[in-house]
C-alpha cells in the first residue's frame, strides 16, 4: 500500500509542478517554447469589471413607450430577469443595502406599490422616466454578475450596449493611425490572386474532386506547360496598377493581401515535400511578381496588412490554406497543431516576413505601406485556443527577438504590428492572453451571416425577406461582439465580411464531389429556384441590403475598421447570381454599397418583419410566394432615390 502511493505521489509531481508553474508563467508546451509570462504583466484590454452596459442609445423618450408593448423587447427583459439566479442590487446610494428582482423592483419606480412587478413598472412609466429606470436595471444586471461576459450584458437583443470607458475609438490610438490619417481601417481583400479559391477563380481551372486547391493546381502544373503559363500569367496580371487606383478611388485606405507559405519557404530555410509552384523570381526580387504588387499597392497610396493566409500542413484543412486536408489524420488543422515540423515551419516563415516588410521592402520601394503582418488566417474553430496561443507567444517572442538593420519601413521587429486571428471564439482571450507582453499587437475577427447552421436559403420569397431583415438587425449586434472583444482582449479589426446571408455562391464551400456544376453546391431553397439573381432590380431588396452593408461598415468603425471579402472574382464566378454579395466592386457598381450613413447603428432595427405565414415548404407554390404582404418598413432607409447620379467619390465616408 505504501509503496502503491508513494507511486502515486511520483506520479502527480509532473502536474504539480506543471500547475505551479502554469501559475508562476514558467511551462510552456514543448512544440512551441517562449519565455516566461510575467504576473507583473496585465491581462490584455480592460477588465470586464471596469466596464458598462447600458441601454442602447437608440432607445428614447419618443420610442421606448411603443417597445414596451412589442412581444419581442418583454421576452428580452424577462429572459435577462433570470440572469444572476434572478437577482440585482443598484449601485446608486438611494438603493443601497436591498436586493431587487423582476417580481419585486424598487418601490421608487411605482409609487404606492409594496412590491411592484416589472409589469407594474411597465404600466406606471412612460417616456423619459421609464427609459431611465430600465436603463438602471440593465447595469444593475451586469454589475450584480460576478463573472462578466456577453451574457451578463445581453447585448445579442439588440437593446444594450457595451462600453469600457474609452475616451477615443482604437482606431485614433493603434499603431498605425498616423498611417490612415486617424480614421479607421476601410478595406477589401484581395483574394484568389495569391492562394486560388474555386469559389473565386471559377474560370481558371475545371475544378474537380483531384484538384480542389492551389496544391493540386500545383502539381498537375508540374506536368503541364499550359497551366503553369497560365499560374505565371495570373500573377502578373489578374491584378495591375487600375484595380489599386480603383481601390483607392472609392474612399478605401487598405487592402488585406493574403499570402501563403510556400512563396517564402525557400528564403526562410523551409523544405516541404508539398510541390506548390511558385515565381521564378525570388521573393527579394523587383521582378517577383508580390513585390510587384507591393509596389503598385504603394504607389496607389494604399496600406496593405500582409496576410499569411496559408500555414504549412494547412490551419484548417480548407481551399483557402492551399490544401484541403484530404486524410483524417489532416482534418480541420489538427496536423499542423500537433507536428513539431509544422509549426516549426509556420514560425520561420513569418520571422523571414518580419524581415521581408522591415527590411527588404523598403530599399525595393515599399516604405510606410504595411500596417501589420497577420501570423495565420483563421485556424479552425475547434483546436485547443490554448495551444494557438502558443504558436501566437512563440511567434511573438521571435519576431520581437530580430535585430533590424534598416528603419526604412516605419517598423522596427520591436514595433511592427501583429495581428492575431481570435479562431471564431471572441469571448476568451482576455483570459488566455494575460501576463505576457503584447505591445502593438491587435486581434482579427472574421463576421459573416453565411456560414452557421441558420444561414442557409429560404424556401419561400417571404421567408428570404424575413431573414434579409434579421440579418440586418444582428449586424449591429456584431458590432458589439466586436466591441466586446476590443474591450476584454486586444483592439480588433473586421478582417472578412460580406453582403451575402446564405452559402448560395457556387463552390463557396469548396468542390467535395468532383462535379463542376453550380447547383451542385445548392440543393435547397432559394438557392435552387429564387430571385437571388434579380435582386438588384428589386427597390424592396436594393434598399435592404443597403442597409445591411451600412450597419456593418459603421458598426466595424467603432473599433480598428473593416476589410470586405472580396474586391473582386474572376469572369466565370462574377456570371453567379450570388457575385454581387461577395465582389465589392460587383456590389459598387450596383448600388448594393450605398452613400456611407454613419447613424446607421444610431436607429432602432427593422421592427415589421416579414408577415407570419412565412413557413419552409419542401415543394413551395409559386402561386404562395407571390400572395400579397403587408410590408411595414419601419425606420428603414428611403428607396425613393436608389437610383442617383454617382456621388461617391474618394469622399464617401467623410
Given amino acids: 500500500y505504501h509503496s502503491v502511493s508513494v507511486r502515486a505521489m511520483m506520479m502527480l509531481v509532473p502536474l504539480f509542478l506543471s500547475l505551479v508553474l502554469g501559475v508562476m508563467g514558467a511551462a510552456v508546451g514543448p512544440i512551441n517554447p517562449y ?5 507583473n504583466v496585465n491581462a490584455p ?36 430577469c433570470s440572469l444572476d439566479r434572478g437577482l440585482f442590487v443598484i449601485n446608486d446610494k438611494e438603493y443601497q443595502g436591498k436586493t431587487f428582482s423582476c417580481a419585486d423592483m424598487p418601490p421608487q419606480w411605482v409609487p404606492g406599490v409594496k412590491n411592484p412587478t416589472l409589469d407594474d413598472v411597465y404600466a406606471a412609466n412612460s417616456g423619459e422616466t421609464l427609459r431611465e429606470f430600465i436603463d438602471l436595471w440593465v447595469q444593475a444586471v451586469y454589475n450584480t454578475s460576478i463573472i462578466k461576459s456577453g451574457s451578463t450584458c445581453p447585448f445579442t437583443a439588440g437593446y444594450v450596449e457595451f462600453s469600457c470607458g474609452r475616451h477615443s475609438p482604437p482606431y485614433m490610438t493603434v499603431a498605425w ?19 486560388l479559391e474555386p469559389w473565386i477563380n471559377g474560370g481558371f481551372y475545371p475544378w474537380n474532386k483531384n484538384v480542389r486547391d492551389q496544391l493540386g493546381i500545383s502539381r498537375v502544373a508540374r506536368t503541364n506547360a499550359t497551366l503553369l503559363n497560365e499560374l505565371y500569367n495570373h500573377w502578373d496580371s489578374w491584378y495591375n496598377e487600375s484595380d489599386w487606383m480603383s481601390i483607392k478611388s472609392k474612399g478605401l485606405n487598405a487592402v488585406r493581401l493574403p499570402l501563403a507559405w510556400w512563396y517564402f519557404a525557400e528564403a526562410a530555410g523551409v523544405s516541404g515535400p508539398d510541390p506548390y509552384v511558385v515565381p521564378k523570381q525570388p521573393i527579394t526580387s523587383p521582378e517577383n511578381p508580390i513585390v510587384k504588387t507591393m509596389q503598385q499597392i504603394s504607389k496607389a ?7 499569411l493566409h496559408a500555414a504549412p500542413c494547412s490551419q484548417n484543412g480548407f481551399d ?36 521581408w516588410i522591415v527590411d527588404i521592402l523598403p530599399p525595393l520601394g515599399v516604405k510606410n505601406t504595411v500596417l501589420g503582418l497577420e501570423l495565420v488566417n483563421e485556424p479552425w474553430l475547434f483546436l485547443d485556443p490554448s495551444l494557438i496561443r502558443d504558436f501566437y507567444f512563440r511567434s511573438i517572442y521571435e519576431i520581437r527577438s530580430l535585430h533590424s538593420g534598416s528603419s526604412m519601413s516605419g517598423w522596427t521587429y520591436e514595433t511592427l504590428p501583429i495581428i492575431i486571428h481570435d479562431s471564431f471564439r471572441q469571448f476568451i482571450w482576455h483570459d488566455l492572453l494575460k501576463h505576457y507582453p503584447l505591445t502593438n499587437v491587435y486581434m482579427d475577427t472574421h463576421l459573416y451571416h453565411s456560414f452557421n447552421i441558420a444561414d ?50 457556387g463552390r463557396l464551400n469548396g468542390i467535395p464531389s468532383g462535379y463542376n456544376l453550380r447547383s451542385d453546391q445548392r440543393p435547397f431553397g432559394q438557392c435552387k429556384h429564387g430571385d437571388i439573381a434579380d435582386r438588384h432590380k428589386t427597390v424592396w431588396w436594393i434598399e435592404h441590403i443597403r442597409d445591411f452593408a451600412n450597419k456593418q461598415m459603421i458598426a466595424f468603425e467603432h473599433d480598428l475598421g473593416w476589410f470586405f471579402w472580396t474586391w473582386k472574382l474572376d469572369a466565370f464566378a462574377e456570371e ?73 467619390s474618394h469622399n464617401f465616408f467623410d
Fill in 320 to 355: 483557402n490554406s492551399g490544401n484541403i486536408s484530404s486524410e483524417t489524420w489532416q482534418h480541420w488543422g489538427e496536423y499542423w497543431m500537433y507536428t513539431k515540423s509544422c509549426q516549426d515551419n509556420h514560425v520561420a516563415i513569418v520571422k523571414y516576413m518580419a524581415k
Fill in 456 to 505: 442557409v436559403a429560404s424556401d419561400t420569397h417571404k421567408c428570404a425577406m424575413q431573414k434579409q431583415e434579421i440579418h440586418q438587425y444582428l449586424a449591429c449586434i456584431y458590432g458589439e461582439f466586436v466591441r466586446f472583444e476590443s474591450c476584454n482582449a486586444l483592439p480588433t479589426l473586421v478582417g472578412e465580411w460580406s453582403l451575402a446571408i446564405d452559402n448560395c455562391m
Fill in 35 to 39: 519565455p516566461p509570462q510575467s504576473l
Fill in 177 to 195: 493611425a498616423k498611417m490612415l490619417d486617424y480614421k479607421p481601417i476601410r478595406g477589401v481583400n484581395i483574394g484568389g490572386y495569391y492562394v
Fill in 45 to 80: 484590454g480592460v477588465n470586464s469589471q471596469d466596464c458598462t452596459c447600458r441601454l442602447a442609445s437608440w432607445i428614447n423618450m419618443n420610442n421606448i413607450d411603443e417597445l414596451k408593448l412589442q412581444t419581442k423587447f418583454r421576452y428580452w427583459m424577462a429572459q435577462s
Fill in 301 to 307: 497610396g494604399l496600406k496593405v496588412l500582409v496576410d
Fill in 576 to 648: 453567379d447570381p450570388s457575385a454581387y454579395f461577395w465582389s465589392f466592386s460587383k456590389a459598387w457598381d450596383i448600388y448594393f454599397v450605398p452613400p456611407f450613413n454613419a447613424t446607421a447603428c444610431q436607429q432602432p432595427p427593422y421592427i415589421k418583419m416579414a408577415p407570419p405565414n412565412c413557413t419552409e415548404q419542401a415543394h413551395p407554390s409559386p402561386m404562395a410566394d407571390l400572395a400579397p404582404m403587408t410590408y411595414v418598413p419601419a425606420y428603414a432607409p428611403s428607396a425613393k432615390n436608389f437610383v442617383v447620379d454617382d456621388e461617391r
